[in-house]
């Protein structure tokens, strides 16, 4: 298995183990769940779509991109190090870059910087 193809599936797995492990949404029926894996052009996000009561529930918790052989997080709304996870599960920390921080910074973090 090449490195993108493993990269690929690492994402698939991460996003989906964070997802399935959701508690708030077995409580709301009305909100569902989406999973977006375009892996054509490498974009993976998870989504809540949906309705609570009138108020109307769409938001990202996660999206990655694999970009020229890395993987970047672009958004994190869970309280879990996703770049960690990433690393455990056999990702060295340069083909990890930090999206959602200022090109600036990246260079201070343990990570890729693009």
Request: glycine letters at 6%; charged letters at 30%; hydrophobic letters at 35%.
């Amino acid at each position: 298995m090449d490195k993108l193809e493993k990269y690929r599936e690492y994402v698939e797995q991460l996003i989906t183990g964070y997802a399935n492990s959701d508690q708030d949404r077995k409580d709301r029926k009305d909100v569902e769940v989406q999973l977006i894996m375009d892996t054509v052009r490498d974009h993976y996000q998870w989504m809540n779509v949906g309705w609570e009561g009138f108020k109307r529930v769409y938001n990202c918790f996660i999206h990655l991109d694999i970009k020229d052989g890395k993987i970047w997080i672009q958004q994190n709304w869970t309280e879990d190090d996703l770049a960690a996870d990433l690393v455990k599960m056999g990702v060295p920390k340069e083909d990890i870059v930090l999206g959602l921080h200022a090109p600036y910074k990246r260079p201070y973090t343990d990570y890729g910087v693009a």
